[in-house]
């Protein structure tokens, strides 16, 4: 994998993002990166990585979102047609645009386990735990 930033890591279409069409999403949690952050004495979790799915229509637009100590790159694209599994092409194109190469080829089945262990590896992350949402 290799990542070139491009406009400061926000590569985020606003026009991708369909709140009121949220479809599902997933979220990965740092759980190396535990603070105090919260003023009544709890823990937080740090979010790795917040990837949202959206169906307008019949096109699926992915935006995502990686949260690092020190910046946030971000990104989304759409996809549609026919024929192929549209979030698992959304969410690649999504990262293509934002300036990730050479990732592995992601499974038809939706699960992103393999881009995840990737962009974990990738970013220093060596225990996260994964949650997925439906809406």
Do not use: Q
């Amino acid at each position: 994998m290799k990542y070139t930033e491009k406009n400061g890591g926000r590569n985020l279409t606003p026009s991708h993002r369909k709140d009121g069409n949220l479809y599902k999403g997933f979220k990965v949690l740092d759980l190396s990166r535990i603070s105090d952050t919260k003023t009544d004495g709890e823990k937080s979790i740090a979010e790795f990585l917040d990837v949202r799915f959206y169906y307008p229509r019949e096109t699926c637009c992915c935006c995502f979102w990686i949260s690092l100590p020190d910046k946030i790159i971000s990104g989304s694209a759409k996809a549609g047609g026919y024929g192929y599994e549209k979030t698992t092409a959304a969410f690649s194109s999504a990262l293509y645009d934002a300036g990730f190469s050479d990732f592995v080829d992601f499974d038809a089945s939706g699960s992103f386990v393999s881009i995840i262990e990737e962009l974990t590896a990738y970013f220093g992350v060596k225990e996260y735990a994964k949650v997925e949402y439906f809406a």
